[in-house]
């Protein structure tokens, strides 16, 4: 081991400071927020390190620095200069805030660029809220001595409680709910466990999940998914974890809804953590609302985890502004699901808002669609657009007017997931291949 990591408490101590710019300033903010007295001098004298236990040296001149450095370590007070290892004493870390818990990072000042990376890793990790966790048990630190007064006993039942559903109620922001399950298990009355998450895994590449979504499917026991999730980011969830496929492909249903929702409920009851995985946002248009109706019915605790719906991600790849100042102030998400053949849209209303519209399952009734709006007054030069696999890297689009892509859509589609997208925004939508072409126009010609 390179240097030894201590926790100092510095409430109401001094800390010396010495440097006038943005780098003294940045160092001084962590050590006030630890509650130092910080003592910040432009220059160094011997007497500001009177009473000092720590000392801080950067954006002074180099000699400064030096007899700062020779100082404090004459005194033994431990001393950091920053970006110069040779007068330092002590190094700082890395560190990711979680009060009350921090965690540190070094990497000995060898490469101080791994370090923050390992603390981005670790940001992703630990949920924001994770301090808030620490607090409620501290909340409960009494009534958990007496109630479990077994070390080894305390320890699983913490355990369980820091890894379970109280800690995933914390992270959602459900404290109080969190805080029932505390008392229930100090009672021995604990609940079986279980919990669903309807998560949104965004439009198919990893990336575009939640971190969030990413960690919940780290942690799942149970992963119930449907058809638009992809191995990207199925690799997220644990190796161990059992997987349940319950996609339905359109007019063939694999799997009733009425079984998925009993599914989800007797897993739950099993004590199982279950995440649902659906395609975009759990919310749109993906029955996770019928979901959420019957775990609520059968009492079983559940959280929801938004994602990238299929319109934001198809919009912002294809670089289409869903909504635009000069062009329109509104977006509306439709389905173009038909009941007995006929689409269920208030069409008058919708041709009003003038807006930009998505349409999800819309492809196969896109002349249903076409007929309804132009009937209602849209303009037949109205701009629209066919994205297939939007958000990921086989997204394909098709531009036109809707005549276009009525005509055009049997012999361009390769089945895939495919958004509807009509209004005047995307004819503002900007192609990679305007872009290139516009590179070459001399700079006056540019917009
Ligand atoms: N909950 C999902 C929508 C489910 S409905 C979401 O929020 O995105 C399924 C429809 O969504 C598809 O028929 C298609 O119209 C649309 N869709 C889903 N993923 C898509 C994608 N990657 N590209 C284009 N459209 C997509």
């Known amino acids: ?20 710019g943005e780098v003294a300033a940045r160092k001084a903010a962590p050590l006030l927020a630890a509650g130092a007295a910080v003592r910040m001098r432009g220059g160094f004298d011997s007497a500001d390190l009177d009473g000092c236990v720590l000392a801080v040296g950067a954006d ?3 000699d400064v620095l030096m007899a700062l450095s020779a100082a404090a370590q004459l005194r033994g007070i431990p001393v950091n200069i920053v970006d110069k290892p040779e007068l330092c004493s002590f190094i700082t870390p890395a560190i990711v805030d979680r009060a009350p818990m921090t ?22 990790a630990v949920p924001p809220a994770f301090g808030r966790l620490a607090a409620l048990a501290e909340r409960f630190k009494s009534q958990i001595r007496s109630a479990l007064p077994d070390l080894a006993q ?13 800690a995933d109620l914390v992270f959602a922001g459900h404290e109080a709910d969190a805080a029932i399950l505390f008392e229930s298990a100090l009672t021995g009355h604990s609940p079986s466990g279980g919990i669903v998450f309807l998560v949104g895994a965004g439009p198919g590449a990893a990336d575009l999940m939640t971190l969030r979504a990413q960690r919940l499917l780290g942690e799942a026991d149970v992963i119930v998914h449907d058809r638009l999730i992809g191995d990207a980011v199925l690799d ?32 739950a009851k099993e004590g199982q953590k279950v995440v649902r995985l659906k395609g975009g ?15 609520h019915e059968a009492g079983i605790p559940f959280e929801v985890v938004p994602g990238v719906t299929a319109a934001l991600a198809c919009a912002a790849q294809a670089r289409i502004p869903l909504t635009h100042r000069a062009a ?26 003038n807006g930009t519209i998505a ?40 531009r036109g007017t809707l005549d276009v892509l009525v005509a055009e859509a049997p012999n361009w589609t390769n089945k895939g997931p495919t958004l509807v997208m009509v209004g005047a925004a995307v004819g503002r939508g900007i192609a990679w291949a305007e872009i290139s072409s516009s590179a070459t126009l001399p700079p006056q010609a540019q917009v």
């Open 328 to 353: 329109t102030r509104s977006v509306t998400f439709v389905t173009g699901h038909t009941k007995e053949g006929r689409l269920d849209i208030d069409f008058a209303p919708l041709v009003a808002l």
């Open 60 to 62: 002074a001149p180099l």
């Open 236 to 267: 997220l969830a644990r190796r161990d974890a059992r997987r349940i496929y319950v996609g339905k492909v359109r007019a063939h249903h694999c799997v009733v809804q009425e079984d998925i929702n009993g599914l989800l409920i007797s897993l």
């Open 281 to 295: 946002d759990p919310f749109v248009f993906g029955r996770g609302g019928e979901e959420a109706e019957a775990l």
């Open 103 to 124: 965690i540190a990072v070094s990497s000995g000042g060898v490469a101080p660029v791994l370090s923050r990376l390992i603390r981005a890793r670790i940001e992703a």
């Open 359 to 398: 349409v999800y399952m819309g492809i196969v009734s896109l002349p249903q669609l076409r007929d309804g709006l132009f009937s209602h007054g849209m303009a037949r030069s109205t701009p629209a657009m066919l994205i297939e696999n939007g958000g990921s890297n086989k997204q394909r689009e098709l």
């Open 1 to 20: 081991m390179q240097h030894f990591p201590i926790f100092l408490d510095l409430t109401g101590r001094a800390v010396l400071v010495v440097g006038e």
């Open 154 to 166: 305390r320890r699983r039942v913490l355990e369980s409680l820091f890894t379970g559903p109280a």
